[in-house]
C-alpha cells in the first residue's frame, strides 16, 4: 500500500488560540509561521501520521506589547523554546475523526485529543489536490510551564488557564507517492 505525503498550504491555512481576559471577554492570537505534514494510506486520512511546528516569534494578538509579553519567559519564552510541535495521528471512527498526539511547548510534552473535521478532497484549477480540515480543542497552558497568572484587585483572573486552538488547514497533496514499509 502506498503512503502518500501531504503538506500545509501556508497561504490557505490558519493557525489560531483563543483565550479569557479577565473572565470576560476573549483574546484572540495567531501564529503567522508554521510547517506541517500528514502521510496518508487513504483519502479519508485514517491513521494519518501528522507532524506540525509554529515559531514562537511569529505570535501575534494584534498588540505588540501583549505579544511581547507572551514571547518572554513569563509564558513561552521564545528565547530558549522558539517553537512549539505536535506528533501524532489520526483516528476516523465512524464519521468522527481525532488527531491525538504529542504536544510540545517549552520543553514540556503531553498528549492532546483534538476534534477534527475533514472538510474534503478537491483538484484545484491548478492540477493540485487539497484536504481541508478544521481543528479544535482546549489546552490547560499551565501543564506547559506557561504559568505567569496574576488576579486583579477585584478578584478575577487576568487570563485563563484554559487556551483554545483553533486550526484551518488547508494541505496540498505531493505528487511523488512514498513506498509504506
Known sequence: MATTKWIIDPTHSEVS???KHLVISTVTGYFRKFEGSAESTSEDFDGAKVSFSADIDSIDTNQ????NHLKSADFFDAANH???TFEGKIIKNGDDHKLVGDLTMRETTKQVELNVDLGGV???PYGQTKAGFEIEGKVNRKDFGLSWSAVTEAGSVVVSDQVRLILSVQLVKQTEEVLAD
Open 64 to 67: 505588540t506589547d501583549r505579544d
Open 17 to 19: 488560540f483563543k483565550v
Open 82 to 84: 522558539p517553537k512549539l
Open 122 to 124: 478537491a483538484g484545484d
